[in-house]
Every structure is written in structure tokens, then in C-alpha cells.
């Protein structure tokens, strides 16, 4: 075990039970970074009552139990503590030992797997993420769920978890029925030529005026999603030719997004739409749905609008047809009960909130969701332009997600053109600096947040940005390429001498950590995060350490540390999915 946490929260658990008993021994340690050593328990404030004793008394007791015993390290090797002192009112200040780091960091520095271990026990999850819809173009409101909930299917699967990616496409409903409508007016010539142009918009746009515009059309376009769902076989031939040019569309944003969904991971409402009509009459058998004005809803209990009244969850209209709540219960219960999901994460906006509580609820009154398995909504807040607003065309229009892409590489482009000459190398640098740049300023910030767009800041080479990073990797390589090593080749044993070699080995040793927060808690930024301090340890080595004019046993040692450094930096990118480009 490398993890200093960890480590010496084990540490402080058998202290605690030697002085004052094993029913001490699971007791949380309360580990905590401190500015006054490497780590501070606060445990003996929260054990005061329950001993019947001062907290300074106590960590006084832990201290001395922590400094006198020179307990080794898991595996053997250097013991952890180097000393323990109290401050305060009973705060214990752990330092530990430069040569436990060392070790630590050498066994890591030799782990394939950087010293992260796999989850035990593995779990089958399923992450709803980016919500697309055929026909329609993805807006900036794509984004974030997109981003945020990719990173934590690729933290989940580096994790050893089985992970089932599941993009809710909307391709079902009346919007269909209006769009099939629209197509047979205009011909197949002229829908074919639209699509493929990916002129989504308009040509929802267009559908949409004649619907609302003409009585006859919309009786038109409700008739044929009638004809739809039976099976009426030019309204399939149409409805295909719909999602089949939207497949391709969103095939080429995601790949500029590096972004892991493919055509296997798309979650169709129509895939739900056979079961609608069991899963209605499975909640009304079991008393969870009634007949409210016409309509089948559920009311779970707890639920209460501002009138006090309950707030139903609408599963078939009064009309007989299903609204997007019955796809989710549907849906719901498939992942639980077919997919066998001991979890499911959907990464939705947070307006969406109260819809999934309820959708959750039915699931748990219906015994689809039990003990055994959880479903959790991880709130993703928005990114809005200057004021807090919603990013906007000046025509008031959503703006597309690939115009916000396109203007994030032509910023990182314009930012870099003064280093190189050559356009075609400018390009191929700018693409990942300007991707990587939108990308992380979703994953720097909390997801449940929300944050103002601004390029000036997201691709700054200073602060908490995506090419800070990236710019710490590539000054990593350029230092390897001096000492005219490859950062694979570098083993061996690593000796910590100076103070900003310390703090980047310690920084190093949190990676499991900020890995397994993700994972619990589904929030890409804590690793985002980590990458951060540990990219600002490292320039401060850089500009501190020498290292190529350093004699060759303590230069060997040196770039072993950047090496690993580099390797630690490159996969917790890779877990957030922002790309590196070898130079910057």
C-alpha cells in the first residue's frame, strides 16, 4: 500500500485500540493534508465524550504511540512516521519518513498501474450520459453531461468495473411524426441533401413553423406517428433515414471530442417502447399507478408541489400515449432487473433533478431497486456566458456544441502562432490544446457548479487550466529528450534530497486516492484537481532541481522521479479524457 492516507490511517487505528482498546480499532482517524506537516489527525477531538477525557490528553497518548513505535511500512521497508507532534486543542501533526516516500514512490514508479488497485468488489454500472436526440444538432447544454459523465466511465473501467454506456437517444414521439411529415413534403431528394449537409436545425426548424403554423399539418404529423409506432413502413424507412444521418453526426462530434460513445452505446426510446405498456400495467397491478383525470400516474410519498399537494410521475397520458417519464421507468427497470446494474449514474442537468428522485422512488415501491443495487442522479450545473446567463446566439438561438469547438482550437491557435511557423504543425497542435482546454474547464469545476465560459482564461499556460497541464507534460518530455532518454527507459531506485523533490514524490503517492473519489462520488474535478498539484509540484521541481547537470547517480534518480511523473500526469489525463499532444 502507497497510499499515505491510507497508511497512516491504519497507523493511528492500531494506536487507538493498543491505548484504549480494540472497540477503537475502526474508528474513522480523521486524516486531513495539513500546512503545518504532511498530515493532521483530528480524531481525538471527536473521541473527547466517549472517553470522558481532554482531546489534548488523548492525542498526547496517540502521539507518543505513533513517534514510539517504529511500525514498517506495508510489505516491509522504511517505517511511515517520522514524528508525531499535538498542537492546539488536539491536533496531531504526522510527518513522515523521506525514506518511506522513497520507497513508496519506487514501488509505484515500478507498478503498471501507478500504485492504483483495482475495485474490489467489481461492480456492472450503468452511466446515462450526454442525452442526444436524432435530428436535432448537440447545443453547448451537451457538453458538460457529455464530458463529465466520459471521464467517469473511464475512471469506472480503469477501475476494473464493468460499465455499460448508455447515450438516452430521443428518436421517438410526436416531434417524429412532425419531422417524417416535413420530409414526405419536401421529398427525399431534398431531406437526404439537408441531412447530410447536418443542417439539423433548420430542418427541425422547419418542421416545427408548419406545425404550429398549420392545423392540417399537425394532424398530419400526429397520424403518422400512429403510423410509426405500427409499423407503417414508409414512416420506418423515413424515421430510419433520420437517425441513420444523425448516427453520422454525432460519430464525427464525438470523435473531435474524444469522446468513448459509439453507435453500440446508444440508448433508444424506441428500444423502450415494446415494454411501455407491461411496465404500466406491472406499477398499476401493484397499486403504484392510479387513474388521475384521465391519465395513469404514480405519487410517491414525499413528494409535494408548492400547493401541498402530490406531485405525480405521469407513466401513460390521457390520450393513451407515453411521455418520456414511462421511458424512464421502463428503462430503469431493464438496467435493474435485464442489464442485472448493481448501479446506474445519470449525468443529467440539474433541472432534471426531482424527475429521477421520482423515477427512483417508483422503481424502489415497484422492488426493482433494492438493497443490492443504487441509482443516483450526478447534478450537472451549467455553463453559462458573462451574467450568469445561457450561452446564446445574438439571435437568441443555443449555440452548437461544434461552434464551440471549432472557436476553442481557433483561440489555441491565435495563442500559439507566434512559436511556429509551419500552419499544418500550428493546427495539429491547436486541435488538442483548444479541445483539451473546453474540456477540462467542464472537469475543473464541480459538476454540480456552474461556471462562466471564458476562453481568455480556460487556455491560459498559468493557473488550473487544461493547457497548464498539457504544457507540464510536454516541458517533462522536452527534458527527457535533452538527456536523450525515453521516459519509459528510466528505472531504479529513487532518492529524495531536496524539498521540492519531497513535495512532487508525496503529490504522486495521492493518485489512488483522487482516482477512487471519482468513482465514489462520480466527480471528475477531484482528480482534475490532484492533476493540478501535481503539475504545479512539478514545475517548481523543474525550476528548483537541476537535474541533467546533477551527477549522474542523483541525475538518474531525478529523472526517474520526472518520468514517473510524467506517466502519472499522462493517465490521469487520459481518465478525463483530455488529449496530449507530445509538444506545445
Not at 415494446?274 to 400495467?281: E, Q
Amino acid at each position: 500500500m502507497s497510499d499515505p492516507e491510507e497508511v497512516l490511517a491504519g497507523l493511528v487505528r492500531a494506536a487507538l485500540a493498543a491505548e484504549f482498546g480494540e472497540q477503537y480499532a475502526r474508528t474513522d482517524p480523521l486524516i486531513r493534508p495539513s500546512q503545518f506537516a504532511d498530515f493532521q489527525s483530528n480524531v481525538a477531538l471527536s473521541l473527547a465524550r466517549s472517553l470522558g477525557r481532554p482531546p489534548r490528553d488523548i492525542a498526547v497518548a496517540l502521539a507518543a504511540r505513533l513517534a514510539a513505535t517504529p511500525t514498517p511500512a506495508p510489505g516491509g521497508g522504511a517505517s511511515p512516521v517520522a514524528s508525531a507532534e499535538v498542537s492546539g486543542p488536539g491536533f496531531v501533526n504526522i510527518a513522515l519518513a523521506d525514506a518511506w516516500i522513497a520507497d513508496a514512490v519506487g514501488r509505484q514508479l515500478a507498478d503498471v498501474r501507478l500504485g492504483v488497485p483495482l475495485a474490489a468488489p467489481a461492480e456492472r454500472v450503468v452511466v446515462d450520459y450526454s442525452g442526444p436526440n436524432v435530428a436535432k444538432e448537440l447545443h453547448a447544454g451537451h457538453l458538460r453531461p457529455t464530458v463529465v459523465g466520459d471521464a467517469i466511465v473511464r475512471v469506472l473501467e480503469y477501475l476494473g468495473h464493468t460499465v455499460i454506456r448508455a447515450a438516452h437517444l430521443g428518436d421517438w414521439g410526436t416531434q417524429f411524426g412532425m419531422m417524417i411529415e416535413h420530409a414526405i413534403d419536401i421529398g427525399d431528394q431534398a431531406t437526404s441533401h439537408q441531412l447530410a449537409s447536418g443542417e439539423f436545425t433548420a430542418f427541425y426548424q422547419a418542421a416545427r413553423v408548419k406545425f404550429d403554423a398549420d392545423p392540417g399539418f399537425a394532424s398530419r404529423s400526429r397520424e403518422r406517428v400512429v403510423e410509426l409506432q405500427a409499423g407503417d413502413e414508409q414512416a420506418l424507412r423515413l424515421w430510419q433515414t433520420l437517425v441513420g444521418d444523425s448516427l453520422e453526426y454525432l460519430r464525427e462530434v464525438y470523435a473531435r471530442l474524444d469522446i468513448t460513445l459509439t453507435d453500440d452505446d446508444m440508448d433508444p426510446e424506441s428500444f423502450y417502447n415494446p415494454m411501455l405498456a407491461d411496465v404500466c400495467a406491472e406499477l398499476e397491478s401493484k397499486g403504484i399507478a392510479v387513474i388521475s383525470e384521465g391519465a395513469l400516474c404514480a405519487f410517491p410519498p414525499g413528494f409535494a408541489g408548492r400547493d401541498g399537494r402530490p406531485v405525480p410521475l405521469m407513466l401513460r397520458k390521457s390520450d393513451g400515449g407515453y411521455g418520456y417519464a414511462s421511458t424512464d421507468v421502463a428503462a430503469i427497470r431493464y438496467r435493474l432487473l435485464d442489464l442485472k446494474a448493481t448501479r446506474i449514474i445519470y449525468v443529467v442537468g440539474s433541472e432534471q433533478h426531482q424527475h429521477f428522485e421520482l423515477v427512483f422512488a417508483v422503481a424502489r415501491e415497484a422492488g426493482w431497486l433494492t438493497d443490492a443495487a443504487r441509482a443516483e442522479h450526478a447534478v450537472i450545473g451549467l455553463m453559462t456566458g458573462p451574467g450568469g446567463q445561457r450561452l446564446r446566439t445574438r439571435g437568441g438561438e443555443q449555440i452548437k456544441l461544434i461552434t464551440l469547438i471549432d472557436e476553442a482550437v481557433e483561440r489555441a491557435e491565435e495563442a500559439i502562432k507566434d512559436r511556429y511557423d509551419d500552419p499544418e504543425l500550428r493546427q495539429q497542435i491547436a486541435e488538442p490544446v483548444g479541445v483539451g482546454a473546453l474540456k477540462y474547464g467542464d472537469l475543473s469545476v464541480a459538476r454540480d457548479s456552474s461556471y462562466v465560459l471564458d476562453f481568455d482564461r480556460l487556455l491560459q499556460l498559468t493557473g488550473n487550466t487544461g493547457p497548464y497541464l498539457q504544457y507540464a507534460t510536454a516541458r517533462i518530455r522536452s527534458l527527457f529528450h535533452k538527456a536523450g532518454r525515453a521516459p519509459a527507459s528510466v528505472t531504479g531506485t529513487i532518492a529524495l534530497t531536496e524539498p521540492a523533490e519531497r513535495a512532487l514524490a508525496l503529490r504522486l503517492l495521492g493518485l489512488g486516492r483522487a482516482v477512487a473519489e471519482v468513482a465514489i462520488a462520480a466527480e471528475p474535478h477531484k482528480l482534475a484537481g490532484y492533476l493540478f498539484e501535481v503539475a504545479s509540484a512539478v514545475t517548481t521541481f523543474y525550476e528548483q532541481v537541476p537535474v541533467l547537470t546533477a551527477e549522474p547517480e542523483v541525475r538518474d534518480s531525478r529523472l526517474a522521479l520526472a518520468g514517473l511523473t510524467l506517466r502519472v500526469l499522462e493517465t490521469g489525463l487520459g481518465l478525463l479524457g483530455i488529449p496530449v499532444p507530445e509538444r506545445m
